[in-house]
């Protein structure tokens, strides 16, 4: 049973980047997911979260407008859409299935020039 998300890297201030995230051993059904991200000497923050695809919210004000969560229960597969990225976004992200108190390993984001 865990997460394992993909899809971090390196990327210019203004770039897209997706992150997914997959459940290996146990399925969705609709339960709470979320992403979560930590920078440097700071704390774990809430991102955004989704129940199904018409309980999608985005929880981060910083992010508002630019970062979009979606899910897919046929792939058990979450995903954080981010566009226009700032030097501030950079940050380990999670993903988190609230209902199993279950988090990925994390994948790194970095947003430098």
């Known amino acids: 049973v865990q997460l394992v998300e993909s899809g971090g890297g390196l990327v210019q201030p203004g770039g897209s980047l997706t992150l997914s995230c997959a459940a290996s051993?146990?399925?969705?059904?609709?339960?709470?997911m979320s992403w979560y991200r930590q920078a440097p000497g700071e704390e774990r923050k809430l991102v955004a979260s989704?129940?199904?695809?018409?309980?999608?919210?985005v929880h981060l004000d910083s992010v508002k407008g630019r970062f979009t969560i979606s899910i897919d229960n046929e792939k058990n597969t979450v995903y954080l859409q981010m566009n226009s990225l700032k030097v501030e976004d950079t940050a380990v992200y999670y993903c988190?299935?609230?209902?199993?108190?279950?988090w990925g390993q994390g994948t790194q984001v970095t947003v430098s020039s």
């Open positions: 988190y299935a609230n209902w199993r108190n279950l």
């Open positions: 051993g146990f399925t969705f059904s609709g339960n709470h």
């Open positions: 989704v129940g199904s695809a018409t309980t999608a919210l």
